[in-house]
């Protein structure tokens, strides 16, 4: 099963990008699935339904969020009658809709689970060292011959303990959120695929996807501003991924950097 998973989609500029370069993204690896971090799609807070719909039209078939997850109401009135769209799993459970799923493709049954790390995070997740392995379990319990984690946090310490945490119990662990492509890719000791970080879809010309006048601007006065988003050029940021289906571990993973240099 060949899978792509792109990263945190920043603004106009990252889905625009997005939308024009995937075909030919997909059709180059052949890809049978490909797995999107939407949560900074909305004006880079959050997703809305709306653009949802505009990812799945665009060739993505699963969407994962992070810390932006709740930022939108109109995505969390939305989020129950969205299954492919995909909170934190470890959210504190009662919340509207779900933290992994499972997809038919063309080479198999592919299970995704969205998890978010708690150092240096906002809110009050619980523990992913203890959710995430039954989870996979029960992801593997209902047919996933592959499994995919997103691992949503800022310290690289909890994505790399997360790695080392699943390694033979899912196909891979790739971490978001800090929208810059980390040089980590391996194969851990028991097959599980490992990235720190995918990195961005967004502007490549300003500060993690927004204007970069604006940010030095926030970062010298240290006044509140927008940090509107930033322009083109922009880059695709993730991982290509080919899992062997029939024992679940991970033959290769190769990151993926696309220049869009027009919308």
């Known amino acids: 099963m060949i899978v792509i998973f792109l990263g945190d989609v920043v603004g106009e500029t990252g889905r625009k990008a997005l939308y024009k370069e995937l075909p030919a993204i997909r059709s180059e690896y052949g890809a049978d699935a490909v797995v999107v971090n939407g949560e900074n799609a909305a004006a880079g807070r959050g997703i809305i339904p709306r653009l949802a ?5 665009a060739g993505v078939d699963i969407i994962t969020l992070g810390d932006h ?6 995505m969390i009135e939305a989020l129950d009658t969205h299954p ?3 909170r934190p799993h470890n959210h504190q459970s009662g919340l509207p809709g779900v933290g992994s799923c499972i997809i038919d493709t063309p080479a198999g049954k592919l299970g995704v689970l969205c998890l978010i790390g708690r150092t240096f995070m906002p809110g009050k997740a619980e523990n992913p060292f203890l959710h995430a392995p039954a989870e996979a379990a029960r992801l ?8 995919l984690v997103d691992m949503h946090a800022e310290a690289t310490s909890e994505k790399i303990s997360m790695g080392y945490h699943l390694d033979g119990q899912v196909s891979a662990v790739i971490g978001t959120h800090t929208h810059v492509q980390t040089a980590d890719e391996q194969i851990l000791p028991g097959g599980t695929a ?3 970080d995918a990195g961005m879809c967004g502007s490549s010309c300003g500060v993690i996807g927004r204007d970069k006048e604006a940010v030095l601007k926030a970062q010298i006065t240290t006044l509140p501003c927008k940090l509107p988003i930033g322009g083109f050029p922009a880059t695709i940021s993730g991982v290509v ?3 062997d289906t029939e024992i679940g571990i991970t033959r290769s993973i190769k990151r993926l950097n696309i220049p869009c240099n027009e919308p």
């Open 53 to 57: 719909q505009e990812f799945f039209a």
């Open 69 to 74: 997850a709740w930022d939108q109401n109109e």
């Open 84 to 86: 492919r769209v995909l």
């Open 140 to 147: 593997r319990e209902a047919g996933a011959n592959a499994i």
């Open 194 to 196: 490992y990235l720190t």
């Open 241 to 243: 991924l080919d899992i």
